[in-house]
């Protein structure tokens, strides 16, 4: 691992758009505005037809079709502006300040797409569970919507933070290359992991005390997006082992220290197993959520969107880890 000095005493500036740190951050970007690009042409095409099928009010138990395809759409243009951002440094070596800060007010908008696919959605929705209570109908609801803010909150927040870092670099800006400033990122997407595994884990286990394990009739499954159940026990293993996950990621920003500057980019211990240990974590999630419940609820683009949220909710940790650990400030002086 080769640290990231922001004075140029072992390379270039951070300001300037060939350094390690902007082709890092470049990269980091376009892999975000891809996901982000993907999940707002699935939701863009849903959307379109639903418009077409009931209006763009919709109908009594459902939220208005035109206001999410207004949602999906800007997605599509976050997506796109921050490929142009990524691409510009990445093929070109260059940062347009203006063009990267004018990217980054308009993903600002994405507080829109987020509240109503992540909130509004899911809260104005009819859903009522034969199988559950009242009570635990509201609750599965209120652990649908929980997940929705932590997936979409690292799909959105990340690709902001990574247009930011590419804009705060070329303005010389060093704050960003402190090992606490990465330590709190850490913790806030390790966080939003840990709730995510929470509330998958929750909802399994209320459709195991309400309906018993099994798979279920098409009547009897709970969908809750971004979950669905269908086999209880697979939201409960795959809960479980998301929010270890997050714990070992939390663990890891508590116990990391660097004293010295020996000590720079140096992996050892639990950090030796992290990313192997994530990659788990998100086929796990992949496939209890994605491959196998999806196909019984007959929900493919759920598969398509999720692909990139269960990717980036379980690599976000471990990006912003690496960052801490590699990441320095010299303040021009030697160590």
């Known amino acids: 691992l080769v640290p ?31 996901f982000v690009l993907v999940e707002g042409a699935t939701r863009a095409t849903i959307q379109a037809a ?10 009594d138990v459902m939220f208005s079709p035109a206001a999410l395809l207004v949602g999906a759409l800007l997605e599509v243009i976050f997506g796109v502006l921050g490929l142009v951002v990524s691409m510009n ?10 063009f990267t800060l004018a990217t980054l007010c308009i993903q600002l908008l994405g507080w829109y797409n987020f509240a109503v696919f992540a909130i509004a959605n899911p809260a104005t929705a009819d859903r ?6 009242e009570n635990q109908s509201q609750f599965v609801v209120a652990c649908g919507i929980l997940g929705a803010i932590c997936y979409c909150a ?28 990465y330590r709190f ?69 508590i116990f990391y220290r660097q004293d010295d500057a020996k000590n720079i980019g140096k992996v050892s211990g639990m950090m030796t197993y992290y990313a192997p240990v994530m990659l788990f974590v998100w086929l796990v999630q992949l496939s209890c959520m994605g491959f196998v419940q999806a196909s019984y609820a007959g929900l493919p683009p759920l598969t398509a969107m999720l692909t990139g949220l269960s990717f980036l909710i379980s690599a976000t940790p471990v990006i912003l880890d690496s960052k801490m650990r590699t990441t320095f400030v010299y303040n021009c002086t030697k160590v």
């Open 128 to 133: 009522r569970y034969p199988g559950l209570s």
């Open 4 to 34: 990231l000095c922001s004075c140029g005493e072992h390379g270039l500036k951070d300001s300037d758009p060939m350094s390690p740190a902007q082709m890092q951050s470049a990269g980091f970007l376009a892999i975000f505005s891809c």
């Open 50 to 59: 639903n418009v077409r099928q009931f209006g763009s009010a919709g109908n």
């Open 89 to 98: 440094v990445l093929l070109y070596g260059r940062v347009n300040s203006k």
């Open 154 to 181: 690292i799909l959105q927040g990340g690709q902001m933070f990574f247009t930011w870092q590419i804009w705060s670099n070329h303005k010389g800006n060093r704050v960003n290359h402190t090992v606490n400033f």
């Open 185 to 253: 990122w850490l913790f806030v997407a390790a966080g939003f992991l840990l709730v995510a595994g929470l509330a998958q884990w929750w909802i399994g286990a209320v459709a195991l005390h309400a309906q018993g394990n099994g798979l279920y009739s098409s009547s009897e499954a709970i969908i809750a997006l971004p979950y669905v159940v269908f086999w209880p026990e697979l939201n409960v293993f795959a809960g479980l082992v998301v929010t270890c996950g997050a714990l070992y990621a939390i663990f890891n920003g």
